[in-house]
Each structure stands twice: as C-alpha cells, then as structure tokens.
C-alpha cells in the first residue's frame, strides 16, 4: 500500500512503523502508521507531534514500539539524505526506510544506525 500511495503522490509520503526487535540484527514490522503533518511538500515532511504521540500510545497498547519511519522521494534515490540521516539520529530510530518513485517505478531500502549500507528486506505473510 505504502509504494503504491507514493507512486500516485505529488508529495513526500510518510509512515511510521511500528512493530518489534525480535533479535539483535532483526526487527519486525506490524504495522504502517498514518500520521498527521504539519509540513507536506514534494521534498519534505515533517509529522505533527500529537499525531507522533497518538502512534506511540496506539503501539504500546497492542505491546509493540515504534521503530522508525518510511518516506517516499519522488524522482530521487532511495538513500538517506543528510536531513533522513539527522532525523534518524535524533529521533533514534531502529530503522529508517525510503521509498524511490522515478517514472512510478518505487525502489524500498531500509537502514540501521549501525551501518551505512541498506539492511536485507524480507517479506513474510
């Protein structure tokens, strides 16, 4: 859903993730988070911090914590900006994901702090 709303998007997309770490290199996702924004142009956006704090208490409840986010570029990437990397420091996610779109065709990568180079995506249903 996350792709394909960004590649119909004239602006950056955003999601948070929620989920768990369920081994030292291995995170879990459950689920997308749709936050509200206060910023949301083609080349930023910045989530409202009541919805931030409504998605950490929707993870807690269900007993999952939030491990980072996903954006889309559109026409650009799927790397960290120094922007993604900074936001990803400070709000000390465990995993940062990106979303290209270029020609509505999306690539995903998705990054630990420890390391510069994209973690291994699996999918299981």
Request: aromatic content about 12%; charged content about 20%.
């Amino acid at each position: 859903y996350f792709r394909t709303k960004s590649r119909n998007s004239s602006v950056e997309c955003y999601a948070i993730l929620i989920g768990k770490r369920v081994a030292p290199n291995l995170v879990r996702v459950q689920e997308f988070f749709y936050p509200d924004f206060e910023v949301q142009t083609c080349n930023e956006v910045v989530v409202d911090e009541d919805s931030y704090q409504l998605a950490e208490q929707y993870a807690k409840s269900d007993g999952y914590i939030i491990l980072g986010g996903i954006h889309s570029h559109l026409n650009y990437p799927s790397v960290l900006s120094k922007t993604d990397l900074l936001s990803h420091k400070n709000n000390n996610d465990k995993i940062s994901g990106v979303v290209s779109v270029i020609n509505r065709k999306t690539h995903v990568s998705f990054w630990e702090l420890s390391s510069p180079l994209p973690c291994t995506i699996q999918y299981i249903s």
